[in-house]
């Protein structure tokens, strides 16, 4: 089976609709969230020195990438994945990959491969990069439309479990950040703890078939997150 434009009718953003059904925060007030450190240093390893958490929240990026890319996609119906923290030379970035998805009601919603990468500034929210991709960009061979999977809520779990566990996670997120751009190893039990809660959530909250590009976009993060756990 493969998606094309003429059956992709149904946007099905599951995780980012549940964020407007519990929290509807006004897009203005992301932007004026106060920014409590704004001047960099970056070493020589390119990785950038945070003495605090100066980040906006992962859930306030997460709301701003929806909306860049449901202004940007117009002509599929698309689900936007998780954040994927990534260290860039400039800053920390935080990549979501937009997915052709086909919902059906009472079905599991089917996937294509990432055709488009969308990037924000961690600390301003700001838009720095937007465009296509294939999977060859990510070291895999999936063609444009082929279904490479289906994601659902798990079996037993409620739509409001399902929000609590995903809205946990952004929290982690936030925890963690700081902590990755400092590439430091030798963490408190807390961190540590934080990133297998993270493991945990992340499993039952991603969708199964987009793994393999989780992983190769946010090769760095991930990596560190597993060693972290360990």
């Given at each position: 089976?493969?998606?094309?434009?003429?059956?992709?009718?149904?946007?099905?953003?599951?995780?980012?609709?549940?964020?407007?059904?519990?929290?509807?925060?006004?897009?203005?007030?992301?932007?004026?969230?106060?920014?409590?450190?704004?001047?960099?240093?970056?070493?020589s390893?390119?990785?950038?020195?945070?003495?605090?958490?100066?980040?906006?929240?992962i859930?306030?990026?997460?709301?701003?990438?929806?909306?860049?890319?449901?202004?940007?996609?117009?002509?599929?119906?698309?689900?936007?994945?998780?954040?994927?923290?990534?260290?860039h030379?400039?800053?920390?970035?935080?990549?979501?990959?937009?997915?052709?998805?086909?919902?059906?009601?009472?079905?599991?919603?089917?996937?294509?491969?990432?055709?488009?990468?969308?990037?924000?500034?961690?600390?301003?929210?700001?838009?720095?990069?937007?465009?296509?991709?294939?999977?060859?960009?990510f070291?895999?061979?999936?063609?444009?439309?082929?279904?490479?999977?289906?994601?659902a809520?798990?079996?037993?779990?409620?739509a409001?479990?399902?929000?609590?566990?995903?809205?946990?996670?952004?929290?982690?997120?936030?925890?963690?950040?700081?902590?990755?751009?400092?590439?430091?190893?030798?963490?408190?039990?807390?961190?540590?703890?934080?990133?297998?809660?993270f493991?945990?959530?992340?499993?039952?909250?991603?969708?199964p078939?987009?793994?393999?590009?989780?992983r190769?976009?946010?090769?760095?993060?991930?990596?560190?997150?597993?060693?972290?756990s360990?």
């Open positions: 089976m493969t998606f094309s434009k003429r059956n992709l009718l149904v946007v099905c953003m599951l995780p980012i609709w549940l964020f407007f059904v519990n929290s509807c925060t006004d897009t203005d007030n992301i932007h004026q969230q106060p920014m409590a450190y704004s001047n960099r240093n970056y070493p390893n390119g990785r950038e020195t945070v003495t605090a958490n100066k980040y906006m929240k859930k306030h990026l997460n709301r701003l990438a929806l909306a860049n890319a449901e202004g940007s996609v117009a002509d599929v119906s698309i689900r936007q994945l998780l954040p994927i923290p990534v260290i030379r400039d800053g920390l970035r935080i990549v979501f990959l937009i997915c052709p998805a086909l919902a059906i009601p009472k079905q599991p919603v089917k996937m294509a491969p990432p055709q488009y990468m969308l990037s924000l500034n961690a600390v301003t929210g700001e838009r720095e990069e937007f465009h296509a991709v294939t999977s060859r960009d070291g895999l061979s999936h063609q444009r439309n082929e279904l490479v999977g289906t994601f809520i798990p079996d037993g779990m409620t409001s479990e399902f929000s609590h566990k995903l809205d946990r996670l952004f929290e982690i997120y936030d925890e963690l950040l700081p902590v990755f751009v400092q590439n430091e190893m030798r963490l408190n039990d807390d961190i540590k703890k934080a990133t297998k809660e493991q945990q959530l992340f499993v039952i909250v991603s969708e078939p987009m793994l393999p590009y989780y190769a976009a946010g090769k760095d993060f991930f990596t560190w997150v597993d060693n972290v360990r």
